[in-house]
């Protein structure tokens, strides 16, 4: 079949070589799989939040247990030091940040008067303006629940075994908001890694698709075996030799990322490489249309610097897709990263295969629309 003997042809331009191996094949894949053992590896890493209550109250004790239960920090509670010792062990660099509750901090509350504890930091940065958000939001909930429990006359005395009732039963609520119809994970508020996968995918399927304008540029593609062609052939025979050396590029990444480095996105191998692998079935159907439209290697370059890099950002690789504008949001439903992204996201968070199947099918139209219009346009004749 004329198909298979042009993706024959292209894998052997790939990898058939040892400099090709080597430097197509498992040079790039250890580098982004270095990348994402070094992410893991800072992911993992927990800001130290060193506490000191000394508020004897009930409200300080409150929002000192609160902060334990806080995943995202090591929180160790440091009793025996004052203000300044705390400030000097963030300086010293030997804690990230530093919380002090004082001493009048339930007195306050109870007399009416809003009361806040200290964080001490080198800078602003997103985890701890993110705790800042959450020792004010503390405070304002305890200051709401002292306010419940006063009434309406703002001089009556608070009483403290009602007031711990509330607070106990707020800390252990009976009723959750679920929403089980589509399970959030954690890759949509911090694509990062995944959006790096998702770019090297492209760059990689960018390289193959540089092959074949070599040959159609040199008129050195192996169609003298198989004359006469169709565009169908060379566009399905591109396509197939293109998914081949993905495919073994995805397996070598996703081995050394899993099993070797330990990052892993929170969802099984076998599933990981699913979306993948439709998400390079439209990657390289997004490729070889690009390829029909330009005469050259050099402009299929710049072409991929213009497309592969601001569509990652605007499809939500690099940074949450909800930080920018109403406009760039809709906008990135027209491009397959968005979709790659949701389906991994929805894995991440729990869901099911059957959640996934729309996502997948969107990916699966991208490439059917994609080398369609490639194979149209992607001819032997045409040259730079």
Not at 79 to 104: C, H, T, W, Y
Not at 217 to 227: D, F, I, K, P, V
Not at 244 to 261: E, N, P, R, S
Not at 315 to 321: D, E, I, N, Y
Request: contains cysteine; hydrophobic residues 50%.
């Amino acid at each position: 079949m004329p198909s298979l003997q042009i993706a024959a042809h292209l894998v052997r331009r790939t990898m058939g070589s040892r400099r090709g191996l080597i430097m197509n094949v498992i040079v790039p894949a250890i580098i982004l799989s270095v990348m994402a053992g070094l992410f893991s590896s800072i992911e993992g890493d927990k800001a130290v939040i060193v506490v000191n209550n000394t508020d004897s109250g009930i409200l300080g004790e409150y929002l000192a247990s609160s902060l334990q239960k806080e995943s995202l920090y090591e929180i160790h509670s440091e009793p025996s030091m004052n203000e300044q010792q705390l400030k000097d062990r963030v300086l010293d660099g030997k804690a990230d940040a530093a919380i002090f509750i004082p001493s009048d901090f339930s007195a306050k509350m109870l007399e009416g008067d809003q009361s806040t504890a200290q964080l001490y930091r080198m800078n602003t940065q997103l985890w701890n303006a993110s705790l800042a958000a959450t020792l004010e939001t503390e405070a304002h909930k305890l200051f709401s629940s002292v306010a419940l429990v006063r009434g309406a006359d703002r001089d009556a005395a608070v009483d403290i075994a009602i007031l711990t009732a509330l607070l106990e039963a707020q800390a252990s609520p009976h009723a959750i908001l679920a929403n089980e119809e589509m399970k959030l994970g954690k890759i949509v508020s911090n694509p990062t890694m995944v959006g790096l996968i998702l770019m090297f995918v492209m760059l990689l399927v960018s390289q193959s698709i540089g092959f074949i304008m070599e040959d159609r540029e040199q008129r050195t593609m192996a169609r003298m075996y198989t004359a006469p062609l169709r565009a169908l052939d060379i566009a399905f025979g591109n396509f197939v030799g293109s998914m081949l050396v993905g495919t073994i590029q995805l397996l070598i990444v996703l081995g050394l990322t899993y099993y070797v480095f330990g990052y892993s996105p929170g969802i099984p191998f076998g599933e990981m490489l699913l979306v993948l692998e439709f998400f390079l079935l439209a990657t390289v159907g997004l490729a070889s249309a690009v390829a029909g439209l330009v005469r050259n290697s050099t402009q299929l370059s710049q072409i991929n610097n213009i497309i592969i890099a601001p569509s990652c950002m605007i499809s939500g690789c690099f940074f949450p897709l909800s930080m920018l504008p109403d406009f760039m949001q809709k906008l990135a439903n027209f491009l397959p990263q968005k979709w790659a992204i949701t389906a991994i996201d929805r894995l991440g968070g729990g869901s099911s295969f059957s959640d996934i199947i729309m996502p997948l099918l969107i990916l699966l139209l991208f490439a059917a629309v994609l080398i369609a219009f490639g194979s149209a346009v992607l001819r032997p004749n045409r040259t730079s």
